[in-house]
């Protein structure tokens, strides 16, 4: 009744022939898949029903075989769709939400639309996440209302986010789930997820123990982080708007040189000009040929300043500062530098402002939207991991009319950065250890800062032990000296001797005198890069020695409660520039002379009676260089005979009053 009524006027014959190609095409889609569940999403749990909460779900859509087909299973790669949703079935409004999907299959996305991917390389798609699951948060849509507060609106209270992405090492009978699945805001709490066959759910309800900042904000509350953007819209109309960057520093010992910020356009901008930044590319064609130009057909793209997908965003240099065009702003044209509020606070914050123009559906004032997956990166600087933009309170400041009144951003968002510790072997800077009473120093760790696939040395031995005036050389010119001084004091050589630490910063701690009152230990900073650093500075935390530090003497040095113990050291002035490798005096047969600067550091025992300085204690554990933390030795300096007698002592100072002198001597 229903194909009669609904068909009226086509012929039978005519219908058939369409239910044949309809079902001859399902059968060949049937047989290109290998689907472990049905077509269509399961039906939802009677658990959702009971849920009053944040309702999470994950579905398998189901996989595919794809090139290249091999005979190892684990080798085997497939492609994967999926979909996860959340629902807002509680009473409390859901902001900036962010659930945690534990992949464990080497899954490689390769889109989600409804959010984006947190924790990503912030390279964009594919994006490695099978090692340790990844994070998703809510885009364009990133906070939930309530059922009460929109009569049911489900368009309101709930999201779904289409995954594809690629998988591997899994048996064609079985289906690749992931470890779990979570809601990962403040305040929730979220039991063990639930699964059956190829779906998961959880239901994570309000921490009742949670005790949020009671601050009346519209939008989120602002976050701490490490680094802070601030994006705001300042003017806003039909096509485009007007917006201001602000990056603040707020770690005491975070710091940024030459910093490149990039983020990602989702819905086709592009920036028509900048004040107090520039980007790399300025190269019309990406708009030209794509949706830009197909918009605005009369456009002069010439004069565009960027329609890249993914700008690269650099600070202007001091010269443009009073530039009318380019410059005027506040805290902004430093040369990219950034530096720590322990050091400088006016130049612990930078700002750039951007005109960006907007492609339809967007084409009205009120339709605005933050780019996202924001990325920076320095040259020998801490490594940052953003989150994703946050709506907050619009931005005030100070009415530019001197007036005591204030004015308020159209919208503003912000973006939080907190500081990594680097993984092994991808350190920027490293640490080397000696001692008065050994005659070897452990130098810095093989591969410490990385080492090419193809490098011919052994990438996982253990470093040669070296003579002190070892560390003065560049690596290529050491391993004369690392082979003759293992033959003279009877080291075993590998076959295949280590590889270097490649690591254009290397700093050497020393430990000098162990007397009853006190101790020294004497700091030497090697540049072994060309590019200078200006306004450097070094920090040593340690585990018991930190209240007996009494002076450094040829730096500047402060005291830091936080973090963790920390005695801070910059250059004095006239010694804040350490200067980059250069020619030896003989460039025919010396090797090159890395920049250096040298420093004693004096710690008393009074407040420190059990200290132990020779069996570990004298050492720091942890160092860092422009905010970037560095590689540490495994292994403590060995005494150079079984003890130490009194009688020991002169000899070992001797040789560390040489190894001064032969310092202080290539140091002039």
Same mark, same amino acid.
Request: aromatic share 10%; net charge positive.
């Given at each position: 009744?229903?194909?009669?009524?609904?068909?009226?006027?086509?012929?039978?014959?005519?219908?058939?022939?369409?239910?044949?190609?309809?079902?001859?095409?399902?059968?060949?889609?049937?047989?290109?898949?290998?689907?472990?569940?049905?077509?269509?999403?399961?039906?939802?749990?009677?658990?959702?029903?009971?849920?009053?909460?944040?309702?999470?779900?994950?579905?398998?859509?189901?996989?595919?075989?794809?090139?290249?087909?091999?005979?190892?299973?684990?080798?085997?790669?497939?492609?994967?769709?999926?979909?996860?949703?959340?629902?807002?079935?509680?009473?409390?409004?859901?902001?900036?939400?962010?659930?945690?999907?534990?992949?464990?299959?080497?899954?490689?996305?390769?889109?989600?639309?409804?959010?984006?991917?947190?924790?990503?390389?912030?390279?964009?798609?594919?994006?490695?996440?099978?090692?340790?699951?990844?994070?998703?948060?809510?885009?364009?849509?990133?906070?939930?209302?309530?059922?009460?507060?929109?009569?049911?609106?489900?368009?309101?209270?709930?999201?779904?986010?289409?995954?594809?992405?690629?998988?591997?090492?899994?048996?064609?009978?079985?289906?690749?789930?992931?470890?779990?699945?979570?809601?990962?805001?403040?305040?929730?709490?979220?039991?063990?997820?639930?699964?059956?066959?190829?779906?998961?759910?959880?239901?994570?309800?309000?921490?009742?123990? !949670?005790?949020?900042?009671?601050?009346?904000?519209?939008?989120?509350?602002?976050?701490?982080?490490?680094?802070?953007?601030?994006?705001?819209?300042?003017?806003?109309?039909?096509?485009?708007?007007?917006?201001?960057?602000?990056?603040?520093?707020?770690?005491?010992?975070?710091?940024?040189?030459?910093?490149?910020?990039?983020?990602?356009?989702?819905?086709?901008?592009?920036?028509?000009?900048?004040?107090?930044?520039?980007?790399?590319?300025?190269?019309?064609?990406?708009?030209?040929?794509?949706?830009?130009?197909?918009?605005?057909?009369?456009?002069?793209? %010439?004069?565009?300043?960027?329609?890249?997908?993914?700008?690269?965003?650099?600070?202007?240099?001091?010269?443009?500062?009073?530039?009318?065009?380019?410059?005027?702003?506040?805290?902004?044209?430093?040369?990219?530098?950034?530096?720590?509020?322990?050091?400088?606070?006016?130049?612990?914050?930078?700002?750039?402002?951007?005109?960006? !123009?907007?492609?339809?559906?967007?084409?009205?004032?009120?339709?605005?939207?933050?780019?996202?997956?924001?990325?920076?990166?320095?040259?020998?600087?801490?490594?940052?991991?953003?989150?994703?933009?946050?709506?907050?309170?619009?931005?005030?400041?100070?009415?530019?009319?001197?007036?005591?009144?204030?004015?308020?951003?159209?919208?503003?968002?912000?973006?939080?950065?907190?500081?990594?510790?680097?993984?092994?072997?991808?350190?920027?800077?490293?640490?080397?250890?000696?001692?008065?009473?050994?005659?070897?120093?452990?130098?810095?760790?093989?591969?410490?800062?990385?080492?090419?696939?193809?490098?011919?040395?052994?990438?996982?031995?253990?470093?040669?032990?070296?003579?002190?005036?070892?560390?003065?050389?560049?690596?290529?010119?050491?391993?004369?000296?690392?082979?003759?001084?293992?033959?003279?004091?009877?080291?075993?050589?590998?076959?295949?001797?280590?590889?270097?630490?490649?690591?254009?910063? %290397?700093?050497?701690?020393?430990?000098?005198?162990?007397?009853?009152?006190?101790?020294?230990?004497?700091?030497?900073?090697?540049?072994?890069?060309?590019?200078?650093?200006?306004?450097?500075?070094?920090?040593?935390?340690?585990?018991?020695?930190?209240?007996?530090?009494?002076?450094?003497?040829?730096?500047?040095?402060?005291?830091?409660?936080?973090?963790?113990?920390?005695?801070?050291?910059?250059?004095?002035?006239?010694?804040?520039?350490?200067?980059?490798?250069?020619?030896?005096?003989?460039?025919?047969?010396?090797?090159?002379?890395?920049?250096?600067?040298?420093?004693?550091?004096?710690?008393?025992?009074?407040?420190?009676?059990?200290?132990?300085?020779?069996?570990?204690?004298?050492?720091?554990?942890?160092?860092?260089?422009?905010?970037?933390?560095?590689?540490?030795?495994?292994?403590?300096?060995?005494?150079?005979?079984?003890?130490?007698?009194?009688?020991?002592?002169?000899?070992?100072?001797?040789?560390?009053?040489?190894?001064?002198?032969?310092?202080?001597?290539?140091?002039?």
């Amino acid at each position: 009744m229903l194909i009669r009524s609904t068909c009226i006027g086509i012929p039978w014959r005519v219908l058939s022939c369409i239910a044949l190609v309809v079902f001859s095409c399902s059968i060949e889609i049937t047989k290109a898949q290998d689907y472990d569940s049905p077509d269509t999403p399961a039906a939802p749990p009677p658990e959702q029903g009971k849920c009053d909460g944040i309702f999470v779900t994950y579905n398998f859509m189901g996989r595919e075989k794809i090139y290249p087909l091999v005979k190892n299973t684990s080798a085997q790669a497939w492609s994967f769709k999926a979909m996860a949703t959340v629902l807002n079935a509680g009473a409390y409004e859901l902001k900036s939400w962010k659930i945690f999907i534990g992949f464990q299959h080497d899954e490689l996305l390769v889109s989600a639309d409804g959010a984006v991917v947190v924790n990503g390389d912030g390279d964009g798609f594919p994006i490695k996440v099978g090692k340790n699951g990844t994070l998703f948060a809510g885009f364009p849509q990133s906070d939930l209302e309530t059922a009460i507060d929109t009569a049911g609106d489900y368009t309101q209270m709930m999201v779904q986010v289409n995954i594809k992405g690629t998988l591997f090492g899994v048996k064609p009978s079985a289906t690749p789930m992931p470890k779990t699945i979570k809601l990962v805001n403040d305040g929730y709490k979220c039991p063990g997820a639930m699964r059956r066959g190829s779906y998961m759910h959880v239901c994570c309800k309000r921490d009742p123990k !949670f005790k949020a900042k009671k601050i009346k904000t519209k939008f989120m509350p602002r976050q701490y982080g490490d680094l802070s953007f601030t994006y705001d819209i300042l003017q806003a109309f039909e096509n485009k708007y007007m917006a201001q960057v602000t990056i603040d520093n707020n770690h005491p010992l975070g710091r940024l040189d030459q910093w490149n910020l990039t983020w990602e356009w989702m819905r086709n901008e592009f920036i028509n000009n900048m004040k107090g930044a520039y980007t790399h590319r300025k190269d019309p064609s990406d708009c030209i040929y794509g949706a830009q130009g197909q918009y605005y057909q009369d456009f002069d793209f %010439s004069t565009v300043m960027n329609c890249q997908k993914k700008p690269i965003i650099s600070d202007l240099p001091p010269d443009r500062e009073n530039d009318d065009k380019v410059g005027k702003l506040p805290y902004c044209c430093k040369n990219g530098t950034l530096l720590p509020n322990t050091m400088n606070g006016t130049k612990a914050r930078a700002i750039f402002q951007l005109e960006v !123009f907007k492609l339809p559906p967007d084409m009205n004032r009120t339709a605005l939207y933050p780019p996202q997956n924001w990325k920076i990166e320095g040259v020998v600087n801490p490594t940052y991991k953003c989150g994703p933009p946050s709506r907050v309170d619009p931005t005030e400041f100070p009415d530019p009319s001197g007036l005591d009144a204030t004015t308020s951003a159209v919208a503003s968002w912000q973006v939080s950065c907190n500081i990594t510790h680097p993984k092994p072997k991808q350190a920027k800077c490293c640490v080397s250890f000696s001692a008065y009473y050994a005659d070897s120093v452990v130098p810095c760790n093989t591969c410490a800062c990385g080492c090419d696939d193809d490098a011919r040395c052994n990438q996982n031995a253990a470093p040669l032990p070296l003579p002190p005036d070892a560390l003065l050389v560049p690596f290529a010119n050491r391993t004369k000296k690392a082979v003759a001084w293992a033959h003279l004091k009877h080291h075993k050589l590998p076959a295949k001797l280590p590889c270097p630490d490649n690591c254009g910063v %290397s700093i050497n701690w020393h430990l000098d005198t162990d007397y009853k009152t006190g101790w020294t230990a004497r700091i030497t900073l090697f540049n072994w890069d060309e590019i200078p650093f200006v306004d450097w500075f070094t920090a040593f935390q340690f585990k018991k020695a930190f209240p007996g530090y009494e002076k450094v003497y040829s730096f500047n040095g402060t005291k830091l409660t936080l973090p963790n113990n920390t005695i801070f050291m910059e250059g004095l002035p006239g010694l804040n520039y350490l200067v980059g490798e250069v020619n030896g005096t003989h460039p025919d047969r010396d090797p090159r002379v890395p920049g250096k600067q040298q420093s004693v550091i004096s710690f008393l025992k009074k407040d420190t009676p059990h200290i132990k300085v020779a069996q570990g204690d004298g050492f720091p554990s942890k160092v860092f260089f422009n905010g970037e933390e560095c590689a540490l030795p495994n292994k403590l300096p060995i005494r150079s005979g079984a003890t130490l007698s009194p009688s020991g002592v002169l000899p070992a100072i001797f040789l560390s009053a040489a190894t001064f002198l032969l310092l202080s001597g290539r140091l002039n």
